[in-house]
């Protein structure tokens, strides 16, 4: 059992399977061991039983990728619809240990926004996109409806990762991905088209136009905070165009601790966005809960700062 401060743990980044949604799946999409299938299809008493052993008060729940995003056509938006109702119903249940991100059907922007705006109305915390919506960058401007929605309810988005764009597993991955299938995953292919999916969202003038938009990414940003310095100081040179990159990512973007339990990796990041700007989260159950609150017990941090990451933080962003 976690020895903490005396305070909840909320845990942000945590993975479910709507059944109707994963029979849509192909491919390395739909490849998971059996243990993690039963886990992610699971949001009753196996998953909470896990939280109990760990110590885990509350998840925030959003579906596993690559979720909705490749949904297109006109069913989309109802079939995006049902699975948030299912995983409103589960949370209904559960209504002390369980919170929950949208799925959104990002082909339809518009729906996509009003879906976010429905869901929030049922006590959703925000959505969740993982990766490119179909064909586009989240920083398309077919798509900045649903920043502006999310601006206008108050509440993040979540950039989760899904695999990088095929034209670059192609030229950048596949004489290795046989062999290393998590190459274009968790190993590396995921923080790089993530984080790239964050740095076109601050080019793309975005948080000028909206300007209280939130954002959340996963695994202690991406990279991103250990990079900050360099692309800061390489996008403020006088010879292009110049862009507030360390001003907009510590002000527009909280970042959580899914799947990095490093110490070393967690100070650079209080050092560069500072204790408000980040969560804890596991990212169960592709990573199992006690080594992410086993990790908090050692954490050079005072309570009061460990207070911030277990819960403190989750609960002012998400108004919980």
């Not at 209504?95 to 429905?118: G, H, I, N, Q, V």
């Not at 959505?127 to 989240?138: K, N, S, Y």
């Not at 108050?154 to 670059?168: G, M, N, R, T």
């Amino acid at each position: 059992m976690l020895k903490k401060p005396k305070c909840p743990v909320i845990a942000l980044e945590e993975h479910y399977w709507d059944h109707e949604l994963a029979a849509t799946f192909s491919g390395g999409d739909a490849m998971r061991g059996e243990e993690t299938i039963k886990r992610l299809y699971d949001l009753g008493e196996l998953r909470i039983k896990e939280m109990d052993e760990a110590g885990i008060d509350i998840q925030v729940i959003s579906h596993g990728a690559p979720a909705t995003q490749k949904l297109s056509g006109d069913g989309a938006v109802a079939f995006a619809r049902r699975v948030n109702d299912r995983l409103a119903a589960a949370i209904a249940a559960h209504p002390k240990r369980f919170a929950a991100f949208a799925a959104l059907p990002t082909s339809d922007p518009k729906a996509a926004a009003d879906e976010l705006e429905r869901t929030v109305k049922l006590g959703f915390k925000g959505a969740m996109i993982h990766g490119l919506a179909g064909a586009l960058f989240p920083d398309d401007k077919s798509l900045w409806p649903i920043f502006a929605r999310a601006e206008k309810l108050d509440v993040p988005i979540y950039l989760h990762p899904s695999v990088p764009h095929p034209a670059v597993m192609e030229v950048y991955y596949k004489d290795y991905v046989k062999d290393f299938p998590m190459l274009i995953r968790a190993a590396w292919g995921f923080t790089v088209e993530t984080a790239t999916v964050a740095i076109r969202l601050v080019l793309s003038g975005i948080f000028d136009t909206h300007p209280k938009l939130k954002i959340i990414l996963g695994h202690l940003g991406e990279t991103l905070p250990f990079l900050l310095e360099r692309i800061d100081e390489s996008l403020s040179r006088p010879d292009h165009k110049q862009v507030r990159f360390r001003e907009v990512f510590c002000n527009n973007f909280w970042i959580t601790t899914s799947g990095f339990f490093s110490t070393p990796a967690l100070q650079c990041c209080v050092t560069e966005m500072g204790i408000d700007r980040i969560m804890f989260s596991v990212d169960w159950p592709f990573v199992a809960n006690p080594p992410g609150t086993r990790w908090m017990e050692s954490v050079p941090l005072s309570d009061e700062d460990k207070i911030k990451i277990l819960s403190g933080n989750a609960k002012w962003l998400l108004r919980m």
